[in-house]
């Protein structure tokens, strides 16, 4: 069982929802997401995404399109990422998930990537512009290597890709609760919560829903219908203001201001 599966399980036996946090990998540079990551977790992250940084981040807002700016000029590499991942695995065990763009690891060669991604101690990988259609050789890859993939749907999926999703997805899915591109929202739209509950019906991996969750009481509400929930650009705002202990401060606080808040769901 995947580190992922096993969270998501032994939250679902104590009857808890995940969180699920984002950060930018290299933001403001590697030694910071290094320092972070356990930070998180104490707080109470379950799982922790590490954006991999790219140019052209279609899917991104500005707030995590700036994050990878920043993350690039600092020198970030898919291979300065996997190795600070490798630091992180001897001293924390928190399940991490690289998300990203195809390009990166087209790249670095996909079967490389993938086999020094598991060694490296990665967990999984969503890359939001290789969809289920044209992700098999690199689902096949991935399943050799031990490492999950997580597909996305949105609010336009139709029935189809659902059943894709459903049938080659592995940790969890990932539910896009807006059309449009990331950035933290001022409420949720109520669309959200019928949609979950209805793929939730139809689905055997946790959901996870994403995109536009801001605040504590948002990420409560989205956890009373879903498995987990994520929290990306209101977590990485927090890197536009403040540097070294401030920075670690400011998103220990918020990060375990999240988890109360999806505990009181």
Known sequence: MSRIAEKFATLARRGEKALITFITAGDPD??????????????????????VPFSDPMADGPTIQLASERALAAGTTVAKI????????????????????????????????????AAAGVDGVLLVDLPPEEAGDFKAMADRHGVNVIFLLTPTSDKARLDKVAR????????????????????????V????????????????????IADPEQAGRVASVADGVVVGSAIV????????????????AFVTSLKAGIVQE
Not at 168 to 191: K, M, P
């Open 168 to 191: 080659l997805g592995s940790g969890f899915i990932y539910y896009v609760s807006v059309t449009g591109v990331t950035g933290a929202r001022q409420s949720v739209d109520s669309s």
């Open 193 to 212: 919560f019928d949609a979950v509950t209805g793929i939730k019906a139809k689905v055997r991996l946790p959901l996870a829903v994403g995109f536009g």
């Open 30 to 51: 590697l030694a910071t997401t290094e320092k972070l990551i356990p930070l998180m977790e104490r707080a109470g992250a379950d799982i922790i995404e590490l954006g």
């Open 82 to 117: 996997l190795a600070m991942v490798k630091s992180v695995r001897h001293h924390s065990q928190v399940p991490l998930l690289l998300m990203g763009y195809y390009n990166p690891i087209f790249v670095y060669g996909p079967e490389k990537f993938l086999a020094d991604a």
């Open 237 to 252: 705002k927090l890197f536009e203001t403040h540097r070294g202990k401030a920075l670690e401060d400011s998103v220990t």
